[in-house]
């Protein structure tokens, strides 16, 4: 069973920049669409971005308001989230979640645990 790990969350200011990372164990990520949520405070689970496993991107840009990339290193079998320009209303848990198909969804069979991330001054 694939398990997700992120890291890579912690404390900035805003206008700065995080790259968050997703891993695995269990079976190599490089076999899925990966898609990165974000759950912050008041607000209900909402999808940031996704890489499908033919590299695909889709961005909900409601989120990530083209703030945020994407990204994979299959050499490393993991996906990233970098951040940039970020606001105290990025504040929240982020999550990876994987699942072993071609194209986007709201519908993962793995779930990380979350990285918290705060924006503020």
């Known amino acids: 069973q694939l398990h997700l790990v992120e890291s890579g969350g912690g404390l900035v200011e805003p206008g700065g920049s995080l790259r968050l990372s997703c891993t695995a164990s269990g079976d190599q990520l490089n076999y899925y669409t990966v898609h990165w949520f974000r759950q912050v405070p008041g607000k209900e689970r909402e999808g940031v971005s996704c890489i499908s496993v033919h590299d695909r991107i889709s961005n909900n840009q409601d989120s990530s308001e083209g703030r945020f990339t994407i990204s994979r290193d299959r050499t490393k079998g993991a996906v990233y989230l970098q951040m940039s320009g970020l606001k105290p209303e990025d504040t929240g848990t982020y999550y990876c979640?994987?699942?072993?198909?071609?194209?986007?969804?709201?519908?993962?069979?793995?779930w990380g645990q979350g990285t918290r991330v705060t924006v503020s001054s």
């Open positions: 979640a994987a699942r072993r198909i071609s194209y986007c969804t709201y519908e993962y069979d793995s």
